[in-house]
């Protein structure tokens, strides 16, 4: 496994029982969670607990590994019965078939999605996994292994879960110890089961400046392919998942999730078998997927994360939100909170001059920013889109004395300096590609196709990663730059690396993430003051596995307010306030030409880590002071928001004519609410707000950040009260918002 992948969870007194062959499991014993006699050294019984959850699979009488259970933690007394395989039901769907496997390879007539699909080099196909050994690495991770029946194929599965949030983390490493090479055609990181039901899935997907949208629909027979064959995560749909059976809805019932930790082409397939079962695979994209690996090479997948919840989708996002904040990103558990920026992108695009950036550092200096960021347009020949990516050198005709004077007067003004950059792309019109024509992804001899007029550079390439390095490396040491705003404006297109033999050349799917990731590490080790943000054109590349390298994303380029309301919703289900970028941008709206009051924009930009991108220097004074102060109000409640358990109280999917969310700070001392009226109708006015996630016996001071709760709601209240009484809040019209803090007493 990749330990970059997976952080140490702390140790608590949580232990995972593990029957092993006689002699460790009679040493084993001696543990308190041991697990009961009905363990037998031939067909172990293996059992992770963390949380409020429990996960449990054994090996069954054929030797394959199948899951047992996976919910609600049951106690460390109950003996989880070893497996047995699921019985033939009719000649047409065997054993094999109906059997749900931790791991299955592709063979013995398999119609399930496998896990594992492989060519050998003489040309046989089937491939059937069956347990060897295991270990133990620490008190909460178990290593098995598994290896082919009859060829030298091991498959070791790694799982890790969480003592506090109970979420496991799963990959598998592949090692051909063939004479020959083998390719490995499929492969996910894990397979997850659960028995017949009704179940809800949900999903999130999108568009460029439409990310973010939540579907929930039925599981049915058959699959449901939720997958990126762009060579990167991709804004269409993102590898995450929650599904709820029967009613279980916001607050309620029971959940299981996941997201996949990887930002190369992905799949996650949710299929209801034949026999009602549902399973869920994720992992590499197996589509146009071959990765030959010779006698001796390992393939390590992605890791796929994965829990559950008694408390609904709600209570699942929260889970999964914490645990990324504590063991995904670089600086978790205890990232700050994130600088309140100001972005330049939206106010003048590509026309960045000295002066026109020093006037808006100081208008925004003004406002209380904490930290100013050059978009777009700084260096090489970058005065439009058709030139000038790949050209990593200041432009002397905008910047004649470098970068230094802007960052010094940044500096001067109390703010720190971030510059945006899109290492991975190249301008067919820039030095550099008519230096290195063949450093682009492309088939020899076939049309090499532009989007935003520019190409992919092959990053697996070693020599290209070297410069991509290089000059990020130089352009960090050079100056003083605290943030960088990494960029991949398009996806991929003809995914050829023609310097690798035709067997080798689909190797590309998998080194180009991986050196995407390793570049992004050294930088990191080299500059640690430095943070990143992944963009790509908005939300094409948000998911774990570049969350682990990045301290923020960039959500969508769609910044009209009420929007973001809909993409904030959809988006704080897979990953945490603490990483979505929200700014605060000019009206009327560019997208759609919605006007919205600034404060209307402001507060719905508060409920995520908050940033401006307007032009300031149209703002008008009133706007000016009004963002100044609220700016101010932000800074005071941000831990908060940001890192707090959020309750979506309304959510403004479906047309809702209202929305709003609520967060609350981890001890219960601090609560903070939004609320948005979009459009209300006759006298009616805002539903009543029951408040969740409170300490009900403790007392809480309401105050108002914006906006009015009606005459004779009380200024002080038990916790019982905001959550059972309820607040009854004054908003009427059109795009109105408030926001209210509750402070123990
Ligand atoms: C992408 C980003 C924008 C901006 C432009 C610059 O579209 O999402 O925020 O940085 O590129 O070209």
Known sequence: ???????????????????????????????????????????????????????????????????????????????????????????????????PQEYAGWGAGLFQEPALKVTFADGNRDLVLHYVSSTKPDVNSLEITLK??????????????????????????????????????????????????????????????????????????????????????????NPWFAIGKGDADEEHGETW???????????????????????????????????????????????????????????????????????????????????????????????????????LAEKAAALGIDRFVMDDGWFGQRKTDHAGLGDWYVNKEKFPNGLKPLIDKVHSLGMDFGLWVEPEMVNPNSDLYRQHPDWVLNFPGRPRTEQRNQLVLNLARQD???????????????????????????????PG???????????????????????????????????????????????????????????????DPLDRLTQQDGFTRAYPVQVMMAWVTDSPHWLNGRTTSVTYRMLVSMQGSLGIGGNLNKWSDADLTTTKRLIAAYHQVQKTITQGDLYRLISPTNGSEFSATETVSPDKSQAVFFAFAHSTQEERGFPRLQLLGL???????????????????????????????????????????????????
């Not at 054994?58 to 109950?78: F, H, K, M, P, T």
């Not at 559950?308 to 699942?316: E, K, P, Q, T, V």
């Not at 709760?709 to 908003?731: E, F, R, Y």
Request: charged letters at 20%; a negative charge.
């Open 1 to 99: 496994m990749n330990p970059r992948n997976l952080k140490t969870f702390p140790k608590t007194h949580l232990s995972i029982s593990v029957a092993l062959p006689l002699v460790a499991f009679l040493a084993f014993c001696t543990q308190a969670f041991a697990q009961p006699e009905s363990s037998s050294p031939s067909q172990p019984v293996f059992r992770l607990d963390g949380g409020d959850t429990t996960y449990a699979f054994g090996v069954n009488e054929r030797g394959e590994l199948q899951q047992l259970y996976w919910g609600g933690r049951i106690s460390a007394q109950d003996a989880v019965p070893p497996a047995h395989p699921e019985k033939e039901l009719a000649s047409f769907d065997s054993s094999y078939n109906n059997t």
């Open 464 to 494: 290209v990663r070297d410069y991509v390095y290089g000059f990020l490396d130089k352009l960090l040491s050079e100056n003083q730059i605290a943030f960088l705003k990494w960029d991949y404006n398009r996806n991929w297109s003809e």
């Open 257 to 359: 999730f996941g997201a996949l930790a990887w930002s190369g082409s992905w799949r996650i397939v949710v299929e209801q078998d034949q026999i009602d079962k549902v399973r869920i695979t994720g992992g590499f994209n197996p589509f146009d997927f071959g990765y030959q690996l010779k006698t001796g090479e390992k393939l390590e997948t992605p890791v796929f994360y994965a829990g559950y919840s008694h408390h609904g989708f709600g209570g699942a996002s929260r889970l999964l939100n914490h645990f990324t904040v504590s063991h995904i990103l670089p600086e978790g558990p205890n990232p700050k909170p994130r600088p309140v920026i100001y972005n330049s992108w939206e106010a003048t695009e590509f026309a960045v001059t000295e002066a026109g950036q020093e006037a």
């Open 497 to 559: 690396w023609d310097q690798l033999p035709p067997e080798e050349q689909k190797k590309v799917y998998v080194q180009f993430t991986r050196n995407l990731y390793s570049i992004l590490a050294e930088l990191r080790a080299k500059h640690p003051g430095v943070e990143i943000e992944s963009c790509s054109g908005g939300g094409g590349r948000v998911d774990l596995g570049i969350l682990h390298y990045t301290d923020e994303v960039w959500p969508s380029d769609n910044t």
């Open 148 to 237: 082919d029946i009859s060829r030298a194929i091991t498959v070791t599965l790694h799982y890790k879960i969480d003592p506090e949030s109970g979420i496991l983390a799963r990959s598998a490493t592949i090692e051909n110890s063939e004479p020959k090479p083998v390719m490995i055609e499929q492969a996910a990181a894990a397979s997850f089961s659960l028995p017949p039901a009704h179940y809800t899935l949900n999903y999130l997907t999108g568009r460029w400046a439409g990310e973010w949208t939540l579907n929930r629909e039925t599981i049915q027979a058959g699959e449901r392919v939720l997958e990126s064959r762009r060579g990167t995560t991709g804004h269409q749909a």
């Open 695 to 745: 300490d009900p016996t403790a007392e809480y001071s309401l105050t108002s950040i914006e906006g009015k709760a009606i005459p004779g709601t009380p200024a002080q209240a038990s916790g019982s009260w905001w959550m059972n009484h309820g607040v009854d809040l004054d908003l009427h019209g059109d795009f109105q918002a408030a926001a209210f803090r509750l402070d123990r007493k």
